[in-house]
Nanobody, 127 residues
Framework: QVQLVESGGGLVQAGGSLRLSCAASGRPFSSYAMGWFRQAPGKEREFVASISWNGVTTIYADSVTGRFTISRDNAKNTAYLQMSSLKPDDTAVYYC????????????????????WGKGTLVTVSS
């Protein structure tokens, strides 16, 4: 079992920045990839970014490339999503997730399904 807890959401003006954190527990954090997804009101949940077990490989959705950065600190069992140049369209509940596989691509493709999700943290970007 893996437990994931997000934090860092809030209200920010367009153009501003936020950093989300995802604290993991239950299995050796350095053995699996991590990802961030988001769900806006009335829309389906969508992939945002993923990172491999060792942090070497990262993948981003086109809509956030160049504005968001995913990272991880295996010593702290924590993954991060640094969000900059935020837009009102970025308003959503953000979830961290893992499928316990090692590659960023496996998160992106949801290979085998995503087994573990956090409860989410709300990001609201005002215009």
């Amino acid at each position: 079992q893996v437990q994931l807890v997000e934090s860092g959401g809030g209200l920010v003006q367009a153009g501003g920045s936020l950093r989300l954190s995802c604290a993991a527990s239950g299995r050796p954090f350095s053995s699996y990839a991590m990802g961030w997804f988001r769900q806006a009101p009335g829309k389906e949940r969508e992939f945002v970014a993923s990172i491999s077990w060792n942090g070497v490989t990262t993948i981003y959705a086109d809509s956030v490339t160049g504005r968001f950065t995913i990272s991880r600190d295996n010593a702290k069992n924590t993954a991060y999503l640094q969000m900059s140049s935020l837009k009102p369209d970025d308003t959503a509940v953000y979830y961290c997730a893992t499928n316990l596989l090692s590659t960023a691509q496996s998160i992106r493709s949801q290979l085998g399904g995503i087994n573990y999700w956090g409860k989410g943290t709300l990001v609201t970007v005002s215009s």
